[in-house]
Structures are given as C-alpha cells and as structure tokens.
C-alpha cells in the first residue's frame, strides 16, 4: 500500500517560522507592557504597605511619627533598637552605651536624648528608621523595602532581607549593614520618606514615594523634625524641588534614561508613586506629584525647604 503521508517542503517550513517570528513579536512586547504593569501595581501595594505600619506606629505613639516624638521620646526607642542591634551584631559602640545611661545622677533622661545624629538616624532616616521593633514586626524582613520596579536594588537587598545576624533570631532580615546601629544599606532601597509627614494632615500630607526623581540638596533644617533634628547627607536626604521656592524648576518622576542613581528601570519618565497620611497610595504622573507637593506645602503655611525634606535609597 501507498504512503500517502506528505512532508512539509522547506519552503513551508520557512513560511511557518516566520509567522511564528512575526507573532512572537507582536506578543512579546504586550508581555513585556504587562509585566511592567502588573510590578507597578505590587510596588504600589508595598508602598501600602509601608503606610500601614507607619499609621500603626503613629497608632502606638500618640498618633505621631518618628520624626515628630520628643527627645525623649525617642530616645528611649532608639535606645532599644541600637541595644537590640548591638546584640544581633554583637557590638557595644557608644550608642549602645548611652542607651543605658541617664544624663547624670539626679536628671535621669535618657543620655541618648543628647545625642543628635543618633536620632537623627534612627527616628529620621529611612535606612536607620524601620529597624524599630513595630515596623520589623509589621513589615517582616527588609525586602519590604524593595520594588519590583526596581531590580537595580534587588542584590544588596538579598543580602540584607535573607542575612542572618551573629545572635542567631536577633533583627534577622534586617540590618546586615552597620554604622553606630545596623540599618539597610541605601543601595537596597527603592522608597523614600518625607520627613515632615504628618499622620494628623491626613491627605494633605505626603508620606512616601518611590525614590525616581532628583531633588535639590537639602538646607537649613526641617521645622518640625524632632525639634530641629535634620539631616543633610545629600546622596540620602535631599529637598523636594519646588518652582518659585526651592528650584527653578518643579520636581519631575525620571525614567531608566535619568540619572543612574536615582532611576528605576521598571519605571518610565512621568511614572511614580506617592502615599498620603490618610493612608491612600496612588500611581501618579509628574504633573500630579507636583500638585501635591503643593497642596502639602499650602497646609503647612510655609515654604517647602527645608518643611520639604526627604530621604531615600540611592544608588551611592
């Protein structure tokens, strides 16, 4: 009996693999346009995230942030952060010292109280500042802090969020960098605070951000930040730009073609996110940051440098 079975000639072949050339390339870039989509969305929610534990935190603390406790105040939680660091590190450097100490025999407030950068780091900087024990307990391990739009970071992140302390079940997760306290290290992190946030301002007051824009270096110090507590180590803390006020130019969301340590390659020009006090989290676009921005420095009554200050994770 005849076989009638035909093969494919290679011209047919051929014409198969292009159509199937052809489709891919039509497919892979809506692929692609929805991966970036679908990271934008969850580096959204981790934005929510970090927003639900600072409302948490204002909640244990008399509905203030960090920034806003009293010396005092703060000091007692820096003191039991950088003791718990100490531990996880198996450090006793001087802030782990003064955190036992008082100012002397008769005025026993915390010795730490007087140490500015210690509170400025640990109650004011975004490195420092989630190493407190309600936002690990909140949060679970630093790779909270990292956005899937954001894979430049995702190295230094691992090493911080799967790091093991030398005290075995002390601030795993968290911390593997140290200076004075352990604190993530500013390659590992794709958001940044503002440091005027104020949880009573609700949708008037900025919170956090994704980390892709440029900003002006930061000046003088900011109104409210723990009694004048600042910052201006400008690769980490730096000053939103306002047209009119703080910059010739308003501030703008920057694509992978922008400056190499603050872009975010999952993110294009005109592509960012923002979280209010109120606790809303919203993709906006550069005109949209802009209007809040203003509308947070019409609530304050006041300029917006130094009010406008803000720290991040960069790429230094």
């Known amino acids: 009996m005849k076989n009638s079975k035909k093969a494919f000639t290679l011209i047919e072949l051929l014409v198969v693999i292009a159509i199937i050339g052809i489709l891919a390339s039509m497919l892979l870039p809506v692929l692609a346009k929805a991966k970036k989509k679908a990271n934008r969305m969850k580096c959204s929610n981790k934005v929510g995230q970090l927003q639900k534990a600072l409302s948490r935190y204002s909640g244990e603390n008399e509905q203030m942030y960090p920034w806003y406790q009293t010396a005092e105040d703060a000091a007692h939680q820096a003191g039991e952060t ?24 008769t005025d026993l407030r915390p010795r730490l109280a007087r140490n500015r950068g210690a509170l400025v780091h640990l109650a004011g900087d975004i490195r420092f500042i989630f190493t407190n024990a309600t936002f690990r ?13 954001d894979p430049k970071c995702k190295r230094t992140n691992d090493q911080d969020s799967k790091h093991a302390h030398k005290a075995a079940g002390h601030m795993d997760g968290w911390g593997r960098s140290w200076w004075n306290s352990a604190y993530v290290h500013q390659r590992g992190l794709s958001y940044g605070l503002h440091k005027s946030a104020d949880e009573l301002s609700g949708s008037a007051s900025i919170t956090l951000f994704t980390r892709n824009f440029e900003g002006d270096n930061p000046t003088g110090s900011a109104a409210n ?23 010739a130019k308003d501030e703008e969301w920057i694509g992978a073609s922008g400056d190499k340590r603050y872009a975010m390659s999952g993110l294009d ?11 809303s989290v919203k993709q906006v676009t550069s005109i949209e940051m802009q209007m809040s921005i203003k509308q947070n420095i019409q609530h304050v009554g006041a300029t917006y440098d130094p009010s406008g200050q803000v720290c991040r994770g960069g790429w230094h």
Do not use: I
């Open 82 to 105: 950088a003791l718990y660091a100490g531990r996880a590190h198996k450090r006793n450097n001087s802030w782990q010292k003064q955190a036992t100490q008082t100012w002397n025999n």
């Open 137 to 149: 307990d909140e949060l679970g391990t630093s790779n909270s802090l990292l956005s899937p739009t």
């Open 225 to 247: 930040a723990m009694n004048n507590w600042t910052h201006n180590w400008a690769p980490v803390h730096r000053t939103v730009r306002v047209k009119g006020v703080t910059s």
């Open 269 to 279: 020009e005109n592509q960012g996110t923002l979280a209010w006090a109120d606790g």
